[in-house]
């Protein structure tokens, strides 16, 4: 299982990347492989601000359909539209070309509230 260095985790298996003042979040690998094949991804909170932990989208697999939690308060700048079109690419590359959404954040203070690497790690267990 991968677990990147250079970002911060939830327990709810999103991570984020922060570039100066905005941040990419996607799903873990850890979540991916759970969810099974990813078929549908639907985000409708492009433009709004949300407070850390609300719900940001959906994901949905073979198997079930999961909410996806914003890792910390901000405004979502852009949605990726690599996966309305290929959500499959979320299962192959989760880190990478595989990101949900863009955003400005407004408190980083909440990014000390993350889980490390290590951390993430031993809550799933690798």
């Known amino acids: 299982m991968n677990i990147p260095a250079n970002l911060k ?3 709810d298996h999103e991570w984020i990347r922060v ?3 905005t941040a990419y979040v996607g799903i873990t690998d850890f979540a991916q492989g759970e969810l099974g094949d990813i078929v549908f991804v639907e985000i409708e909170t492009v433009g709004e601000t949300l407070k ?9 697999a073979v198997k079930t359909v999961s909410d ?9 700048l852009e949605m990726n539209n ?5 959500p499959e690419v979320v299962n192959k590359d989760p880190y990478g070309k ?3 959404i863009k955003i400005k954040v ?3 203070k909440e990014l000390s509230d993350l889980l490390s690497p290590e ?6 267990g690798a």
Not at 119 to 124: E, F, I, T
Request: no cysteine; glycine share 10%; aromatic share 12%.
């Open 9 to 11: 985790y939830t327990k």
């Open 19 to 21: 570039e100066g003042e």
């Open 52 to 60: 850390k932990e609300e719900v940001f989208g959906t994901i949905e």
């Open 68 to 76: 996806m939690f914003i890792p910390v308060s901000g405004v979502i």
């Open 82 to 86: 690599l996966i309305e079109d290929t």
């Open 98 to 100: 595989g990101w949900m």
């Open 106 to 108: 407004s408190d980083p």
């Open 119 to 124: 951390k993430y790690s031993a809550l799933v």
